[in-house]
Each structure stands twice: as structure tokens, then as C-alpha cells.
């Protein structure tokens, strides 16, 4: 996840504008082959990389071309196989995406053989993953910005949580790179 240096997601109108691309930063997409994200992100995500497909489309919210790395994210998210966590219908128009009520197949899903699963976002579905001990890694691309509020990304972890830092690179434009190993998850099966 892209957060600011004192933690949020979104600014308090819910803007996102700090965040330059949306390429993949984190060299993940040849270790996924399954992405999940929540509900109130998937139509946003969906309309993002839809129109990110097309390398002279302007993309909604900055109006800029994709980036060459945004063009390849796009390209992996259309044919990477999605799930959306919701309680609610949805209208999903990709046909590699489905929805699922709960967490738990989420968990059957990580139980079985396969690559990693890539929690895409939102915060909300985030914390979620935490709480139920769903999640091995986090990587958290940290910018230079001090919003002073907004959606936080992690304000409804429940409990304390031990974790190991594994490495930290500063990157273009003044980020840093965290990749923080979950100590709870060690020894785990399955992907």
C-alpha cells in the first residue's frame, strides 16, 4: 500500500492526488496469481486499470497517460483472477473477478498450493486480513507527504501485532520502500 509518512491512504476528502503512479514499486506481480481487495475500492480499481489498458487514455483522477509500469499493472490485473470481499451485490464487469462474503475462503484459498495472494487495499479489508492472521507480509511504499488526516491505513488492527522489519530502500522522489515480515505467520502452509 502507498501511505503518507503519518499514515493515511486519503486525504480527508478522500483524495488520493499525492501519489504519483500506481505502478507495481513492490516486484510482486510474478510471485501473485490471485489479488483481493474490499469492496469499497473495487469499482475505483476496476475503472483505474480499465482504463489504464489503453497507453494513450488519459486515467481518471490524474487525467495523465498510464506509465509503461502502470500499462503493465494493467495488463497483469485484466488477467489475474480477483476477489472482492463484500457483504453487499456488486456489479462486477470483469470477468476474471468474483465475490466472496467472508474471509473464509479467502483463508481456504491461502491454504492451498498456488503463488502468493496480493491484498490490494482497502484499508478497511486490510486490517481485516491482519485481524484474522491472513496476512504474511507487508510492503508499504512511504511518500514524502504529511496529509494531517484522513483514512488511516491500519486504524482497525485490534491487536498488537509483532512484526520484523525485513528490508527498507529509499526510491525515487524521496520514498521508502518497507517490506515487514509478519513473526505470527511463520511457519504457515500453504501460499
Do not use: C
Not at 133 to 161: F, W
Amino acid at each position: 500500500m502507498q501511505i503518507t509518512v503519518d499514515g493515511y491512504i486519503e486525504d480527508p476528502e478522500g483524495r488520493i492526488d499525492w501519489v504519483e503512479s500506481w505502478e507495481d514499486e513492490y516486484d510482486l506481480l510474478d510471485r501473485v496469481d490471485l489479488a483481493v481487495l474490499g469492496s469499497g475500492m473495487y469499482s475505483i480499481y476496476e475503472q483505474y486499470w480499465t482504463a489504464a489498458l489503453n497507453p494513450k487514455g488519459k486515467l481518471p483522477f490524474s487525467g495523465k497517460e498510464p506509465t509503461p509500469g502502470e500499462a503493465a499493472y494493467a495488463n497483469w490485473a485484466a488477467r489475474t483472477p480477483h476477489i472482492v470481499v463484500s457483504r453487499k451485490p456488486l456489479n462486477i464487469n470483469w470477468k476474471n473477478t468474483r465475490v466472496v462474503s467472508d474471509l473464509q475462503e479467502v483463508r481456504e484459498l491461502k491454504q492451498k498450493t498456488g503463488k502468493d495472494i496480493y491484498a490490494v487495499g482497502g484499508a478497511i479489508l486490510v486490517s481485516a486480513l491482519i485481524n484474522y492472521g491472513l496476512v504474511d507480509e507487508i510492503r508499504l511504499m512511504v511518500s514524502p507527504v504529511l496529509l494531517g488526516g484522513g483514512k488511516a491505513l491500519l486504524k482497525d488492527v485490534t491487536e498488537r501485532k509483532h512484526l520484523k522489519l525485513v528490508s527498507a530502500e529509499q526510491r525515487d522522489h524521496g520514498k521508502v520502500f518497507y517490506s515487514i515480515y509478519n513473526v505470527q505467520s511463520e511457519g504457515r502452509e500453504g501460499r
